[in-house]
């Protein structure tokens, strides 16, 4: 029997997703032998990727010694979850150390109307009345609902937020506090769930206190956010290993500003001279951050070189600052190629069992988007086997054959796709394999053979007679 | 002679250097070729040029993704909306299939390169093969040290590197290399009278006739040259074998390209061979029953035949003359006509007239695209008359006609640069061969040295003339032979009579004026070189579809053009229909994937005339007949920010012209003023209302205030005006192209009212505006 809680706060009528609260009966207790005793939300809605910093301080009142903490999602929340990261801190202030966590998706029986829950494992579980500080970030991609949904050129981009003021927890909490920290001052309208108030770019929800479990409280935050909401949509990169001391990156885009959409008429002489005041949410600059010693960059699309970009390089990172073709505004979309080339002694190691790997970052390159699906293409050298990824989340994984220059068998290929990437997917990953470097001379020696032949063709024809009338 | 066996040693191994040095420069000829018309891609990019190459790029695109049958079929709904275009049964399929055949060939080798890339270096491959065929026919014609230098003077030529510089994909970067090798086959058959080369000089026609509409110049030259043999005596049966098997076999295989069909023998561009084809027949038979018959049965035997002969050629010419006037353009297409009469496009055909390559060439432009082989070429057409052969009568005949036709057209210039080149060779070579002749016999240490050393040195020169003359003689036919044994004796005994028998005058020149002379030449040539490195770097090698320029801090790029494409192939709605002057046609297909109403193709002149018609018309009136074509977005290319002279408002006046060339409500003089063509204030209130007015210059004057035109070089006349019908979708960066979008028909009753109120309005705000809102 779900049992409705009037929160003794005030709560709009119109409010969308109102979750039944629920509490549970006892059969699955070491949810409840934890509580929180005080939970910390810091939402950053600064880009439009969102990152949510949690710090729960954790008690055990059960009996029995809990090694799990359990992080619940609304199902809204759980489609658009990028990555959840957790870490548990020790030491105070300055002093303090993260020592990251396990954290896994988990399935469990109890969690009303579809709620999604991830498990972090501590470090060393919790006795009784003992304590642990858990610091937890998560990252919310397509979250920001542009209203209105179309705009013109001369407007600025209001978004919605939808979140809940409470948060939402399988343990019951006994101190809360939330903080959303806006782009800017310009916020048109927020659900007040008392205490609630904004100063300046920040607002703040509670401090709420003795809230069930799975309490739930909707907020709507409506406000501008001019920050280029760069998309893109697909994002295939292929990274191909020459063993003659070269990798070589192809990268292609498929971008979208996934905004509000631009609507009527784009006036490019508005666009120039009133730069402030007009296209606020467009944007025309991109920067892509690629590793040090890069070279031969390219960047070009379908019809040709795009000649807008700009290339810095130091020893320890490049950056390539481009622009598409025109400035994207709400809903329009490009298309786009980089390529470049990266010394193969940088990336390319050999483990101590005699294996070969390639040591590369995962992700996308570009600063401050959200890669809807990557595909990620390892081309390893004609004749390398047993290809394994190491990878430190989960990916869809398989192989494929590619045919490039001269190839004769194809050069085996792994592929590692991933949807909803964002720039903290930008880590190392391993792929492991063997290759006989004898297969580094198969096509010099293939074409020395066949010039040795078409020589010794034409001495044989020069010398034969194949004349008929002698 | 004394000593034979010596320098028969020694000729064999010069020989054999000889044929070595030869193939080496001709693989650096090849190279030469190739390299000189990379400037564009690295001064630019790897890209395709120009309209009619994006064309091709795409029809190769298709073909590579859908193979050659769906290419025969294929019905493109892109172009010419709502009519479209059959594509395969509609254009030459040389081209397309060369590239389509290279890139089949090296994805079967697993080397991965797009289709543009193959597109963008087929030009500048075929015309290393161009300048191989080019040494092939020269030598046919003069010898290897002729047909070397020709090689080299094509491989650098200007007016054929304009054609064929990487990314300029059309039909006469294969085109000119399959007139050559046709030409160099025929020549090949005439003076081994092999019906092996006979035959491939048809497959080599036909390789034409599948590439370029200009193949009617080999099927009319050749011909002509047959003809011009019999008349003066040179008839021989290596003549009847190089011409008849190419009528026959040639005419069947050009009636299988779906383009060229029946034309192959129902238009007149081919009469004349079939003419010459009956008449060989005819000379054929009198030589052969002049051979059977005594001379007085012969001389019987002709009065019978001219007599009946005449009659029955009477009645042939009637019929073919009833038959040619019964067509209404005389069996002749526009393009032919206008090649007979260079004032016929320009009178009837504004379509053919507005094209700048139709146009006749100016003095310069023989300068710039042939450069110092105009003045090489007298002499070289002399030194085909020492002697005259069947080969160098043909060289001549192809400077003669081909001078002719540029005449004509800029762009048949094209088909001068080969023959320009082939004389050229002849010339210099020759010119080479007598003044270090003149310097090698009068270097007393060299002439010690060399081969006479068994005589006596009493260095007189006509003796040693003589001698060096005959070992010279003897030298010719040595190659010959060791040529023809090589070839393992395939050509029949029967030689051109007159190449190497005839010996040459004794003619030595002084020895100082010879190396003067020789310095001169040299001097001159590399003169020619460095113009050709200059055109080819600077002049030839521009896109078009990305601009350059240079100021104080910089370089400056403009990409407008590639800007709107991808504009338009990203952001709107793929079966939106786009007009704009046909100029664009092509490009807006191929690169922004977008259906067009009219293109670079022309084959519609009703259809341009309505899109001319639209642009010339007031806005209203415009947006009905755009409307009415389902169009969508219109687009235009505006030069007058950054001073961008082919802009739409400098063609303006073809559209008025073609439009009105239909239409008739449209008149030429309404949109000049005093017969001058302006667009400031003075200019006509038509051209000031009309449609490519108002979407050129729609708030140019917020750019700088005062609507400076840098083209025209003037404040344009009507500065403050709104669009009550089409709205401003996108201008490039540079303003280089505007797109406008169609804004959607209205209510009728709530638009009666509107258009009212927006007329008076209009009329007011523009007065007040002036005075009220001037941002800067």
């Known amino acids: 029997m779900p049992m409705e809680e009037q929160p003794h706060f005030r709560v709009p009528l119109s409010l969308l997703l109102f979750l039944s609260l629920f509490l549970l009966p006892t059969s699955f207790s070491s949810t409840h032998d934890l509580q929180i005793l005080n939970a910390e939300r810091r939402i950053d809605l600064t880009s439009h990727i969102i990152k949510v910093y949690l710090t729960l301080k954790v008690e055990n009142l059960g009996t029995s010694p809990a090694s799990e903490v359990h992080l619940a999602f609304s199902p809204a929340e ?30 469990l029986p109890d969690g009303p109307n579809g709620t999604k829950f991830f498990t972090v494992t501590l470090l060393t ?217 990266l010394p193969l002694q940088d990336f390319l190691f050999e483990s101590p069992d005699g294996r070969r790997y390639l040591n590369f970052t995962f992700g996308c390159p570009l600063t401050q988007t959200v890669v809807d699906k990557l595909i990620l293409k390892v081309v390893l050298p004609e004749g390398s086997k047993d290809p394994t990824a190491v990878i430190p989340f989960q990916v869809d994984q398989h192989l494929e054959i590619k045919y490039s220059y001269l190839d004769v068998i194809g050069r085996t290929v792994v592929v590692l796709e991933k949807s909803n990437v964002v720039p903290e997917h930008n880590v190392p990953f391993q792929v492991y394999y063997t290759f006989n470097p004898i297969f580094m001379l198969a096509e010099p020696l293939m074409l020395s053979i066949a010039i040795f032949l078409f020589f010794v063709a034409s001495v044989s024809y020069l010398h034969a007679d194949l004349s008929i009338r002698k | 002679m004394a000593a034979s066996d010596a320098p028969n040693g020694d000729v064999l191994i010069r020989n054999a250097f000889g044929s070595v040095l030869a193939f080496l420069i001709l693989l650096l000829i090849g190279v030469l070729a190739f390299s000189i018309r990379l400037f564009s891609v690295i001064k630019y990019e790897s890209v395709i040029h120009e309209f009619d190459p994006y064309f091709n790029y795409r029809v190769t695109q298709f073909l590579t993704k ?102 300029s994909y059309d039909n006469e970067a294969v085109a000119i290399f ?37 193949y009617t110049f080999i099927i009319n030259l050749i011909p002509m040259h047959v003809l011009l043999c019999i008349v003066t005596g040179r008839y021989s049966s290596r003549l009847y074998i190089a011409y008849a098997p190419l009528v026959i076999l040639g005419t069947l295989l050009a009636a299988l390209v779906p383009v060229v069909g029946f034309n192959a023998v129902m238009t007149s561009e081919h009469f004349a061979s079939f003419l010459v084809f009956i008449i060989i027949h005819v000379v054929a038979l009198v030589y052969y029953i002049k051979g059977i018959l005594s001379p007085k049965m012969f001389k019987v035997a002709l009065a019978l035949v001219v007599s009946i002969g005449l009659a029955v050629c009477c009645a042939m010419v009637a019929v073919i003359i009833a038959l040619v006037a019964s067509s209404p353009t005389k069996g002749w297409s526009g393009r032919s006509l206008s090649l007979l009469d260079p004032t016929y496009a320009s009178k009837y055909i504004p379509i053919i007239a507005s094209v700048s390559e139709h146009q006749p060439p100016t003095w310069p432009s023989y300068f710039m695209d042939i450069n110092v082989l105009a003045f090489l070429i007298p002499a070289g057409i002399i030194a085909c008359f020492s002697p005259l052969s069947d080969a160098s009568l043909f060289a001549v005949l192809y400077i003669v006609l081909s001078v002719y036709f540029s005449g004509v057209m800029v762009r048949l210039m094209l088909v001068l640069a080969p023959a320009a080149c082939i004389l050229s060779g002849i010339a210099l070579s020759q010119a080479f061969d007598v003044f270090t002749r003149s310097i090698k016999f009068q270097l007393p240490s060299l002439s010690d040295h060399s081969h006479i050393d068994a005589r006596d040195a009493s260095s007189e020169n006509v003796v040693l003339d003589d001698t060096i003359k005959t070992d010279k003689n003897e030298d010719t036919p040595k190659e010959r032979m060791t040529k023809r044994s090589k070839k393992k004796e395939k050509e029949p005994v029967e030689k051109p009579p007159t190449k190497f028998q005839i010996k040459k005058r004794l003619s030595v020149l002084p020895f100082e004026a010879s190396i003067i002379a020789v310095i001169l030449l040299v001097l001159l040539v590399a003169f020619y070189v460095v113009h050709c490195v200059w055109a080819a770097a600077e002049a030839y090698s521009a896109p078009s579809i990305v601009l350059t320029s240079h100021s104080n801090d910089g370089l400056h790029v403009f990409d407008d053009f590639r800007e709107a494409y991808a504009w338009l192939s990203h952001n709107t709605d793929v079966d939106d229909k786009v007009a704009s002057w046909w100029d664009y046609g092509y490009q807006t297909t191929a690169m ?154 209205k209510n009728r009753i709530r638009g009666k009212n509107k258009k009212s109120k927006s007329k008076t309005s209009s009329t007011t705000t523009s007065k007040r505006k002036g005075t009220r809102r001037n941002p800067f």
């Open chain 1, 78 to 107: 759980a489609e658009h979850l990028a990555i959840v990261k957790a870490a548990a801190t020790s030491g105070k202030r300055k002093k303090k150390t993260y020592i990251p966590l396990d954290v896994k998706s988990a399935e």
């Open chain 1, 125 to 341: 579980s919790l006795n009784k009345g003992e304590t642990a500080t858990l610091e937890v970030l998560y990252i919310l991609t397509h979250s920001l609902e542009p209203f209105p949904v179309e705009i013109t050129q001369s407007e600025s981009q209001l978004v919605y937020f939808r979140d809940s003021a409470i948060l939402l927890s399988p343990y019951h909490v006994k101190e809360q506090t939330t903080f959303i920290k806006t782009p800017s001052t310009r916020v048109e309208s927020f659900t007040v769930v008392d205490p609630a108030k904004r100063a300046g770019t920040e607002l703040k929800y509670g401090p709420y206190e003795d809230q069930p479990p799975y309490s739930y409280s909707p907020v709507l935050v409506h406000f501008e956010n001019n920050n280029p909401f760069a998309v893109v949509e697909e994002l295939e990169r292929e990274i191909e290993i020459s063993h003659w001391g070269n990798v070589q990156v192809t990268e292609r885009y498929r971008l979208v500003h996934a905004g509000a959409r631009h609507k009527g008429a784009f006036s490019r002489v508005e666009y120039q001279t009133r730069p402030d005041a007009t296209g606020v949410s467009s944007f025309k600059h991109l920067l892509a951050k690629l590793p040090p010693k890069v070279h031969s960059v390219y960047y070009r699309d379908e019809i040709g070189n795009v000649s807008t970009s700009n290339l810095r390089t130091d020893y320890r990172k490049s950056e390539l600052e481009f622009q598409p073709r025109y400035p994207l505004f709400g809903g329009w979309k490009s298309t786009f190629v980089i390529g470049y080339g």
């Open chain 2, 66 to 167: 859908n193979g050659i049958y769906d290419f025969w079929n294929w019905f493109d709904d892109r172009t010419w909306y709502p009519l479209g275009r059959v594509i395969g049964g509609t254009v030459y399929p040389g081209l397309t299939l060369t590239a389509g055949t290279l890139y089949w060939f090296l994805h079967s080798l697993n080397i991965p390169l797009s289709v543009e890339t193959v597109c963008v270096f087929t030009a500048p491959i075929f015309s290393a093969f161009a300048s191989w065929a080019t040494y092939l026919l020269t030598k046919e014609i003069k010898g290897v040290g002729a047909g070397l230098t020709a090689a080299a003077l094509l491989a650098m030529v200007p007016s054929y590197i304009s054609r064929s510089v990487a990314g």
């Open chain 2, 178 to 214: 399959a007139l050559i090798f046709t030409f160099y086959l025929y020549i090949k058959t005439l003076n081994t009278g092999s019906l092996f080369y006979a035959t491939l000089n048809s497959l080599s026609y036909f390789y034409m006739v599948c590439s370029w509409g200009g």
């Open chain 2, 592 to 745: 922004a994937n977008r259906t067009v109403i009219v293109d670079n193709n022309t084959w519609n002149n009703t259809h341009i005339a309505t899109v001319g018609t639209a642009m010339s018309s007031p806005e209203k009136a415009a947006w009905e007949i755009f409307h009415s074509l389902d169009v969508k977005y219109v687009l235009v290319v505006f030069g007058g920010l950054v001073g961008y002279p082919s802009d739409d408002i400098n063609k303006f006046l073809w559209m008025v012209r073609i439009g009105g060339g239909v239409f008739p409500h449209i008149k030429e003089p309404d949109y000049l003023r005093d017969g001058q063509y302006r667009i400031d204030s003075m200019a006509t209130p038509t051209m000031l209302n009309c449609l490519m007015y108002k979407l050129s210059y729609y708030r140019f004057v917020e750019t700088d205030g005062k609507a400076f035109d840098r083209v025209r070089r003037t404040e344009i006349g009507k500065k403050y005006f709104k669009l009550t019908h089409f709205e401003e979708v996108f201008t490039t960066h540079h303003w280089m192209v505007r797109i406008y979008k169609l804004k959607p028909p």
